[in-house]
């Protein structure tokens, strides 16, 4: 079986959501990914991702590189 690395990039810093602004994972997410199975870790990596992409689109051009 495929072992899906956690997308933590050790940079944790929660929004007022409780979202990480290092992985975009939630904090419930976050606790929960040594528990759940890979289609589970597919699914937070999926919305994570949309997490992502629509936080920047809300920063200059410049700043979109990280």
């Known amino acids: 079986m495929k072992v899906i690395d956690s997308p933590c990039v050790r940079n944790c810093c929660l929004d007022q959501n409780d979202t990480c602004l290092g992985c975009f994972r939630t904090l419930k997410e976050i606790t929960q990914w040594s528990q759940v199975d890979n289609n589970g870790k597919e699914k937070i990596l999926g919305l994570?991702?949309?997490?992502?992409?629509?936080?920047?689109?809300?920063?200059?051009?410049?700043?979109?590189?990280?």
């Open 48 to 66: 994570a991702r949309m997490r992502r992409e629509r936080a920047m689109a809300n920063y200059p051009p410049g700043l979109k590189n990280f």
